[in-house]
């Protein structure tokens, strides 16, 4: 999953322990298209030269407008644009950067660029035109008024952004100063979305009950925490030898002070804002079909989240399809670990039988340990490159657990100094699976999104919105396309972990028929809920945490399934045209070389990758 860095917002992916050793040797013996040639650096012509010009300038940018981004890429942070967060001021700047893009663009001639670098342009045209659809005021008025949800909001984000151990860096006294400054300009941030909240009021554009209960309840545990546990003060329990011991106290008690004196009041003042003010008039229906202008902007959340234009109905009907399909399957795996009565009872034997679910939390740590060994052990039979930046499994933070999915990836520093982080989930360990294990690391560590992100990000060639941009379809559908890989290498001949594959994929099916019943068709919380235990083995508390996060996030579950089923479709293609000349790696290669693509400019890439190749 992917609290990526939302699309249109900061790309911030939230995904996985591990160092994989570059430079594996490159496959030979193909009749196919060398297997390196997606990381062939392209033609240096003019008009190229021109084209990268324009994008680093438009990096430039909005760099100076989005300090959340150039954080997570490794920048120091911009105290003046951070203190913008959620202000009109904020907005005008970023129309102002994506029309000084276009006009650029337009003096571009796409046809003397390099094959490369048209594709760049095609995802860059593509961006610009979105960004500006959203920035619209239409779209304003639906979307910057509700500035927080209880799903990856930023008050939530921000105490693991400036915690130690996080995107943040603590190498020297500098940093720490900087890293202070920062903090104490958070409750600008907090008082800004108070006053987008209350725009939203006036305007009747206001979020679910649901959702404003939540985030009452992340608040009070924030607050709940004492100052010496509170991540907002962690960096100071253990300084590197770059700080001047003499001046180490100075900064404890610093940080002590913004948290007690700055930070906690500025989160009572959400708190009570929300529960006292906003709480009474929030919309007790569920779906953004009853929000004022609901249903036009579930259509465009669809063709964002998928990069296709695609009709609710529609993907109602895939959603039962595969639905359907799946659980012919999942039948079969059902017989095979000997369970005798019909499907529907035995996703209530995987709920209640302790032999399917992780007794203590270091069980569920070292099946995920040894899963990550396995599958290092299978990656150079799938791919000709592999990131250089280490990947680390972690539990989530205890203040965040409840409210998080079963698994999520955050992204390392470009230069691979800063793992890659993949995420588990212990809360309620009952609930949690050890049929999931394979499947989760595949999806969220490797060869998920931790290779499709890091071998983006790393890959200088690229502009920097490939290299650190995306969309839902294509990062969430590589990562769950990532997780059939483990039928090729062998991992679901084991029963267990093939019921666990299929319960998986079952869940991307479940939420085509979910988020559109939730947001077309009008269902309401319990209603989704009851779908998905009544079709899935998925425990009661992550249908819940997935429901809920459909209805703070409309559309965006249904990238995760198109975006696969796009890719799986795009290698059965690649398979019919080259027969034996087919190279699993190699199409690997081609799938990932440019960064996140929308997936209609990802197959004319391809089109024209097997075009070359016959």
């Known amino acids: 999953m992917v609290p990526l860095a939302k699309v249109g917002m900061t790309m911030n992916f939230l995904i996985s322990r591990r160092r994989f050793a570059a430079g594996f040797a490159l496959a030979t013996g193909s009749a196919a298209l060398p297997a390196g040639l997606a990381w062939a650096r392209p033609a240096d012509s003019a008009e190229d030269r021109r084209l990268m010009t324009l994008f680093r300038e438009t990096a430039r940018r909005e760099d100076a407008i989005d300090p959340l981004g150039l954080i997570y890429r490794g920048g120091k942070p911009n105290l003046t644009a951070f203190r913008q967060i959620f202000t009109d001021l904020a907005v005008r700047q970023q129309r102002g950067v994506v029309s000084w893009a276009l006009a650029g663009l337009k003096r571009i001639n796409r046809a003397r660029l390099s094959p490369e670098r048209q594709i760049s342009y095609d995802v860059f045209l593509r961006d610009k035109h979105e960004q500006d659809l959203w920035l619209s005021p239409d779209m304003v008025a639906l979307t910057e008024v509700r500035p927080l949800t209880h799903f990856g909001g930023l008050h939530v984000e921000f105490p693991s952004l400036v915690a130690a151990g996080g995107p943040l860096p603590y190498a020297s006294e500098s940093d720490y100063r900087l890293n202070l400054n920062l903090i104490r300009a958070f409750p600008q941030v907090l008082d800004n979305a108070i006053v987008r909240f209350r725009e939203g009021i006036a305007s009747d554009v206001v979020e679910t009950r649901m959702t404003t209960r939540n985030m009452i309840e992340q608040i009070d545990a924030i607050l709940a925490q004492p100052l010496v546990e509170s991540p907002f003060t962690s960096a100071t329990k253990a300084f590197p030898d770059a700080v001047p011991t003499a001046r180490r106290e100075a900064l404890r008690q610093q940080y002590f002070a913004a948290a007690e004196n700055e930070i906690y009041p500025a989160y009572r003042r959400l708190r009570q804002f929300l529960n006292d003010e906003y709480l009474p008039v929030t919309r007790e229906v569920v779906g953004i079909l009853a929000m004022k202008g609901g249903a036009a902007l579930y259509l465009k959340e669809i063709e964002r989240q998928t990069t296709m234009r695609l009709e609710p109905e529609e993907v109602h009907r895939l959603g039962l399809s595969e639905v359907a399909r799946i659980q ?287």
């Open 328 to 614: 012919k399957d999942m039948d079969q795996v059902r017989q095979q670990l000997g369970f005798a009565g019909p499907l529907h009872d035995f996703f209530e034997e995987i709920r209640t039988n302790p032999k399917y679910h992780p007794k203590t939390k270091e069980e569920f740590a070292q099946a995920f340990a040894d899963t990550a060994k396995a599958v290092d052990a299978q990656v150079p039979r799938f791919f000709n490159k592999v990131p250089k930046t280490p990947l680390m499994i972690e539990p989530y933070p205890a203040y965040r657990e409840k409210y998080e999915a079963g698994g999520s990836y955050n992204q390392g520093a470009p230069d691979g100094s800063r793992p890659g982080t993949f995420y588990y989930n212990t809360y309620d360990l009952p609930s949690r699976f050890l049929t999931g294990v394979v499947t989760l690391y595949m999806h969220e560590g490797a060869p998920g999104h931790h290779f499709q992100i890091s071998l983006a990000q790393e890959d200088e060639s690229l502009p920097e919105f490939q290299r650190f941009g995306g969309n839902t379809a294509y990062v969430e559908g590589w990562a769950l396309y990532a997780e059939t890989l483990g039928y090729d290498m062998g991992f679901y001949k084991n029963p267990m972990q093939h019921w666990g594959t299929l319960d998986d994929e079952m869940l991307r099916a479940m939420r085509l028929v979910v988020d559109t019943g939730l947001h077309a068709k009008g269902w309401n919380r319990e209603q989704a809920i009851e779908y998905m235990l009544a079709n899935s083995g998925v425990g009661r508390s992550d249908a819940t945490a997935e429901v809920e996060r459909y209805i703070v996030w409309p559309g965006q579950a249904l990238g995760y399934k198109i975006g696969a089923l796009t890719i799986q479709r795009l290698r059965r293609k690649a398979q019919d045209a080259l027969g034996a000349r087919f190279d699993i790696r190699a199409f690997h290669d081609q799938v990932l070389g440019s960064g996140a693509l929308p997936l209609p400019i990802l197959e004319a890439k391809l089109d024209r990758w097997l075009a070359a190749s016959r």
